[in-house]
C-alpha cells in the first residue's frame, strides 16, 4: 500500500521546501506556482485549509506466497514509510500524524501504523493508529488524514495502507482455545488431567481466515457479483475493463512511469523485487473460457477479471496550505 505526507505552512515555505506536487495517478510534475489547465488556483474554502498532496510511494504488488513470503506487512510498510519522506525530501521529525489501513491484521502488529513508525524511525512521539474498513481501508486513512488536516489538528501527515496475503492469521479452533485457557487455570493434576480427556479431533481443526463479512458470510468477491447485476454489467464489459487496467499496467511498467514504486531487497536475496508481478495480458477469447470464481454457475466475477491477492503497501505524503 502507499504513504502520503501533507503540510500545513505558507505557500512560499512550500515552495522551499518541495519544488513541485506530484500527480500520483499520472506521476507528472506540476509546477507550484502555475495552475494546471482548466484547473483552479485553490481549493481552499473560507474557514477549511486547502490541503495538498506532495509525494507518494510503494512497494511491488505481489501475489501472494512470492517474492515477500518471509517478510510481515510490517517490513513492508516500514519500507514505504522512508521512501515517502526521502522522496518528499523532508524530516521525520516533521510528520506530525502517522495513518495506515488494513484488512487482515497480524496480531503482534495490531496497530501496525505505530509498530511501523517506530521500525522507520520516527519518534515515539509521533502519533499513529491504524484504520480497518474492508478493501476501502486505505482509502478511510487519507480521509481520516486530510479532515486531522484541514480541522488544524496537525500540519504534516502521512497516510496509506498495507496487506499481506503470504502468512494470514490461522487460528485454533474455538473448543480449543477454550480447553487451553481452562487449563491455564487449572491447578492440580486431577483438574489437568481432566481437562485433557475432554479433548476431541474435531478440536485440531483450525479456523482459517475468511475475507467475508461477519453479518452476512458474504466476500467481497459475492458482493461484486451482486453489484453487476444490479446494475447491469455484463461479464463482457467486466473483462473488458480488466484487460484495458492489465494493459495499461503494463505499459506503464516498461515506459517506466511507476514512479510511485520504490524497489525492496528481501534479506536473503541479491536483486531487489522490482516490479510487480501480478500484472497479465491476455485475450478476451481466454478470460471468457474461465468459470465464475464465487456464484455458480451464473456469476460474471473471474479468476480473470478481478484482483488477485496481493502483499504490498501505498503511503502518500500531504501538504496543508494554511
Same mark, same amino acid.
Given at each position: 500500500m502507499a504513504s502520503l505526507?501533507?503540510?500545513?505552512?505558507? =505557500?512560499?515555505?512550500?515552495?522551499?521546501r518541495f519544488n513541485v506536487v506530484r500527480c +500520483? *495517478?499520472?506521476s507528472q510534475q506540476l509546477p507550484t506556482n502555475k495552475t494546471p489547465p482548466g484547473g483552479k488556483k485553490s481549493l @481552499?474554502?473560507?474557514?477549511?485549509? #486547502? %490541503?495538498?498532496? %506532495? @509525494?507518494? !510511494?510503494?512497494?511491488p504488488f505481489l501475489m501472494s506466497q512470492t517474492n515477500y513470503k518471509d517478510l510481515m506487512a510490517n517490513d513492508l510498510m516500514r519500507h514505504a514509510l522512508l521512501s515517502v519522506v526521502r522522496k518528499a525530501g523532508i524530516k521525520k521529525e516533521l510528520v506530525d500524524y502517522i495513518i495506515v489501513?488494513?484488512?487482515?491484521? @497480524? %496480531?503482534?502488529?495490531? #496497530? +501496525? !501504523?505505530r509498530e511501523a513508525a517506530l521500525a522507520a524511525g520516527f519518534s515515539d512521539k509521533t502519533p499513529a493508529h491504524t484504520v480497518t474498513q474492508a478493501c476501502i481501508s486505505s482509502n478511510q486513512?487519507? #480521509?481520516?488524514? $486530510?479532515n486531522l488536516l484541514a480541522t488544524g489538528h496537525c500540519e504534516v501527515a502521512i497516510a496509506g495502507g498495507v496487506d499481506y496475503m503470504s502468512d494470514v492469521p490461522i487460528r485454533l479452533s474455538r473448543p480449543m482455545r477454550k480447553l487451553m485457557l481452562s487449563a491455564n487455570k487449572a491447578k492440580s493434576l486431577g483438574k489437568k %488431567?481432566? =481437562?485433557? $480427556?475432554?479433548?476431541?479431533?474435531?478440536? /485440531?481443526v483450525p479456523e482459517l481466515p475468511a475475507v467475508a463479512e461477519f453479518s452476512t458470510n458474504e466476500t467481497m468477491g459475492e458482493s461484486g457479483d451482486r453489484l453487476a447485476a444490479s446494475f447491469g454489467i455484463s461479464r463482457r464489459e467486466?473483462? @473488458? /475493463?480488466?484487460?484495458? *487496467?492489465?494493459t495499461l499496467a503494463d505499459k506503464a511498467t516498461k515506459g517506466g512511469s511507476l514512479e510511485d514504486l520504490t524497489p525492496l531487497t528481501v534479506p536473503g536475496t541479491e536483486l531487489p523485487v522490482a516490479r510487480d508481478n501480478g500484472i497479465r495480458v491476455s485475450t478476451l477469447e481466454q478470460m471468457a473460457k474461465l468459470k465464475p470464481a464465487f456464484i455458480r454457475p451464473n456469476g460474471t466475477v473471474t479468476a480473470a477479471n478481478a484482483s488477485f491477492l496481493v502483499c504490498g503497501n501505498i503511503l502518500y505524503s500531504k501538504l496543508l496550505y494554511k
Open positions: 505526507l501533507w503540510r500545513a505552512v505558507p =505557500l512560499v515555505c512550500h515552495q522551499t +500520483i *495517478s499520472t @481552499e474554502k473560507p474557514g477549511i485549509k #486547502n %490541503v495538498v498532496l %506532495v @509525494e507518494g !510511494a510503494r512497494t489501513g488494513t484488512v487482515i491484521q @497480524e %496480531v503482534r502488529t495490531s #496497530n +501496525i !501504523a486513512s487519507v #480521509n481520516t488524514a $486530510m %488431567v481432566g =481437562l485433557l $480427556m475432554k479433548l476431541r479431533p474435531k478440536y /485440531f467486466q473483462d @473488458e /475493463f480488466a484487460l484495458r *487496467s492489465h
